[in-house]
């Protein structure tokens, strides 16, 4: 098998979609100009390994997404944080892959379904069964299903038989010591490898950082691997704007630290908020108001920092999974990501599958003089940043979130972007529309309560995954935050709005 590149720079920078027709002995693999190709495989992203070796498959820390030949078979990667899953669409002559669900879909001409209102819903089921779904299914406009894979690798050989593995698995730490030395090691790989010369576009690290535990503690991991520059949020609807900006501490750090207003985007007019639509709640639209400075980065955040570092949580997320988590956060920014050309990268997702090891660490002896009284208790992250001479009382103290927004409330759309969607959803419900609309309604309406009653009677706690649990994830555990039904047609909104970013020339 061989791969047959067409690079075209009406694409995305970072975006790449695959064509496996039957009985052809290659791969058709369409990119934007970000995208490193060699003979052997492609990639946008990093690894914690050399760049000349190209032996992405076998690294056990990978941020962004691509694919390697291996024999007969290729194999389709997304990332170990979770943050860039891949797609796919198997058709009975062709099978297409892509790092964008717009992408995937539009090579293969089909569509979201028109009124179907639980894509939210859906992603976040795939997502929380972690390793444990290595494919989730999205619904089309046919009988085909829109395909997602999380933190996996998708082999695909010349008879077209499909195969899931996961990514290869590092050795577990001991101790604190040898687990915040296995974080800053793996950091200081990904940045190395990010950067090297040898590479077409190489890429310059830039920490978010908040007064969280989790953004602290990565912009600790960032800044001790050679990281300079931070961003930061501040609130300008809030009483105190700044309550949440990490400046100070990116400072302390030796970091020049950019503040940016996480309402920016609101006073934008050119419905930029549709490149995050596809995932309606924990919405990165913030991220629009520092576009300029993401180009040609490696972001690194604090995602999954709030479970791993958890002292409850980390016990039982068992192959990254998480019963409990009502939204995905970081997802929404997929299309942003691929047209601005950055990577992201979440270093507590390095060495995450050995939680058990990590939960050990967090709540032992050598761990306690980094405790503290309440809810909000992270010793792990509150060490990193105590030992890199942070003040105890500069981070860590409450949780503010002011990294996403949620696009169920009218106030957290620009006017010309809610104008735009809201006659999308009028005109998508009319005609013959109209009888199957109301019938999602009304099956909406009637999940919500459902899960809304269940969550009364058994809770909202942390629990381990179980296959019950998965079966039943939001009456057996906790449910998603709720999307209301005037919000629940974004997925298709962005869509209509970001597929001609996706025609390929006719002849392809």
């Known amino acids: 098998m061989i791969i047959k590149y067409s690079p075209l720079g009406s694409l995305p920078r970072l975006a790449w979609g695959a064509r496996i027709d039957k009985g052809a002995g290659y791969v058709s693999v369409f990119h934007g100009k970000g995208v490193e190709t060699t003979p052997a495989g492609f990639i946008e992203g990093a690894w914690n390994g050399q760049f000349v070796?190209?032996?992405?498959?076998?690294?056990?820390?990978?941020c962004g997404t691509g694919a390697v030949l291996a024999g007969e078979s290729i194999r389709f990667f997304s990332s170990t944080d979770r943050l860039s899953p891949i797609f796919s669409i198997v058709l009975a002559e062709s099978i297409f892959v892509s790092n964008s669900p717009v992408f995937a879909l539009s090579m293969a001409e089909l569509e979201p379904h028109k009124t179907y209102p639980f894509y939210t819903y859906d992603l976040l089921r795939t997502w929380r069964e972690g390793l444990y779904c290595l494919s989730g299914k999205l619904k089309t406009d046919s009988a085909e299903s829109l395909r997602v894979h999380f933190s996996a690798i998708m082999t695909v050989n010349t008879q077209r038989s499909i195969s899931f593995d996961t990514h290869a698995l590092c050795a577990a730490p001991e101790d604190y010591t040898s687990y915040q030395a296995k974080l800053l090691d793996g950091v200081k790989q990904i940045f190395e490898n990010a950067g090297d010369p040898q590479r077409k576009h190489s890429y310059k690290p830039l920490a978010a950082i908040s007064k969280g535990y989790d953004s602290t503690a990565t912009a600790v991991l960032a800044s001790q691997a050679g990281c300079t520059e931070a961003v930061t949020y501040f609130d300008s609807r809030h009483p105190e704007p700044y309550s949440d900006s990490g400046r100070e501490n990116a400072s302390r750090l030796g970091m020049g630290c950019t503040e940016y207003d996480r309402w920016t985007y609101l006073k934008m007019t050119d419905l930029a908020e549709a490149e995050f639509g596809l995932y309606a709640t924990a919405v990165s639209t913030p991220m629009l108001a520092m576009e300029t400075q993401l180009a040609g980065r490696i972001l690194v955040s604090g995602h999954f920092g709030d479970t791993i570092w958890g002292?409850?949580?980390?016990?039982?997320?068992?192959?990254?999974?998480?019963?409990?988590?009502?939204?995905?956060?970081?997802?929404s920014q997929i299309e942003f990501?691929?047209?601005v050309g950055y990577l992201a990268f979440a270093p507590a997702y390095i060495g995450a599958r050995h939680n058990r090891k990590t939960h050990r660490i967090a709540i032992s002896d050598e761990m306690q003089p980094w405790s503290i009284p309440g809810d909000y208790d992270r010793p792990i992250p509150r060490r990193m940043a105590e030992e890199a001479s942070l003040p105890s009382n500069s981070f860590g103290m409450q949780k503010k979130a002011s990294s996403h927004a949620h696009f169920i409330f009218e106030k957290n759309f620009s006017k010309k972007t809610w104008a735009h969607y809201r006659n999308f959803v009028k005109l998508s419900v009319k005609g013959k529309q109209r009888l199957p609309c109301?019938?999602?309604?009304?099956?909406?309406?009637?999940?919500?309560?459902?899960?809304?009653?269940?969550?009364?009677?058994?809770?909202?706690?942390?629990?381990?995954?179980?296959?019950?649990?998965?079966?039943?994830?939001?009456?057996?555990h906790k449910c998603p935050i709720l999307v209301p039904w005037p919000y629940m047609l974004t997925f298709q909104w962005s869509f209509s709005l970001l597929k001609n970013r996706y025609d390929l020339p006719k002849n392809e």
């Open 311 to 331: 002292k409850e949580k980390s016990s039982v997320c068992d192959n990254l999974s998480l019963t409990w988590a009502n939204h995905i956060s970081g997802l």
């Open 438 to 476: 109301l019938v999602w309604r009304a099956l909406a309406w009637s999940q919500h309560f459902v899960w809304k009653v269940m969550n009364l009677i058994h809770g909202q706690g942390v629990s381990k995954s179980s296959k019950i649990k998965r079966a039943f994830p939001y009456i057996l």
């Open 337 to 339: 990501r691929l047209r």
């Open 53 to 62: 070796s190209f032996d992405v498959i076998n690294s056990t820390i990978i």
